[in-house]
Structures are given as C-alpha cells and as structure tokens.
C-alpha cells in the first residue's frame, strides 16, 4: 500500500488518540509525565516511522533504502530519556514505571506510523489495562 497523506494524517491523528489515552492515565495518577508527554511522544514516533517509509517510498533510486533505519534511532532517543527520568534515591528508585511507559508509547506509535493501527490499539488498551489494575490491586512498589 502507497503511503500518502491523508493516511499521514490519520495515522498521526491515531497515534495522539493513542499517546493521549496511556497520557491520561499517568495525569490521573499525578504522574510528572502526563497527557502532552505521552502524546508527543507517540506522534513523534509515528512522524518518524512515517517519514523513513515515505523517503524509501519516494526515492526508489536508494539501493539500501531501510525504513528501519530512523525507526531504530527512535527507540535510542527514547531509551535516553527514559534513563533520565529514572531517579536513584538513598533507599529507592523511582521513575522506572514512566520510563517503561516512555518506551512503549515511542514503540506504539511506530507501530502505527508503519499501519499497524489495531496492533497499537491493542498493547494501548494493554498498557492501561495492566497501569490500572496495578494500581486498583496495589502491586508493585508504587504503592500508595
């Protein structure tokens, strides 16, 4: 399938639904990362997924066209934010949870930036499924 547009544009628009909702989960938690965090961060994954398919798809001359490639230095920008938001105290470690959700909003918005749009519904409702009920059952050792 031809990448163009208007499908740029709806699956951006999935991915900020997407972000939006892990985002709100967070902010109804009062998290430091909330809803413009994790929706910024998956539309600037799906952007990026977006534009090595359109470059590949765009210049055929490129004998090692790899949409992969920018698709793999998202996941290395990601990995160092997510390490600055880890925080190491005297007896504790916080922010390990954010961290993880940093990551897989970046890998859900690839997802959909690459069409995978039910895939990244699903592991959207599976992230909030398993944030919530951590919370609701008290796992974990952010409990509160």
């Known amino acids: 399938?031809?990448?163009?547009?208007?499908?740029a544009l709806i699956r951006l628009?999935?991915?900020l639904l997407l972000g939006a909702c892990i985002g709100i989960e967070r902010e109804i938690h009062n998290h430091p990362a909330g809803l413009?965090?994790?929706?910024?961060?998956s539309i600037a994954s799906t952007l990026a997924m977006?534009?090595?398919?359109?470059?590949?798809?765009?210049?055929?001359?490129?004998?090692?066209?790899?949409?992969?490639?920018?698709?793999?230095?998202?996941?290395t920008g990601v990995g160092f934010i997510g390490a600055g938001?880890?925080?190491?105290?005297?007896?504790?470690i916080s922010g390990i949870t954010t961290a993880a959700c940093v990551f897989v909003t970046s890998v859900i918005g690839l997802a959909?930036?690459?069409?995978?749009?039910?895939?990244?519904?699903?592991v959207t409702a599976a992230t909030?499924?398993?944030l919530v009920s951590s919370q609701f059952l008290k796992l974990g050792k952010g409990k509160k």
Do not use: Y
């Open 50 to 75: 977006l534009v090595s398919i359109w470059v590949c798809q765009t210049n055929t001359h490129l004998i090692n066209g790899d949409p992969g490639r920018i698709a793999a230095q998202v996941l």
């Open 36 to 41: 413009r965090t994790f929706t910024l961060i």
């Open 13 to 15: 628009g999935i991915s």
């Open 85 to 92: 938001l880890i925080i190491k105290n005297s007896a504790s």
């Open 128 to 130: 909030i499924i398993l």
């Open 112 to 122: 959909v930036g690459a069409g995978m749009l039910l895939t990244g519904a699903a």
């Open 1 to 7: 399938m031809e990448l163009t547009e208007s499908t």
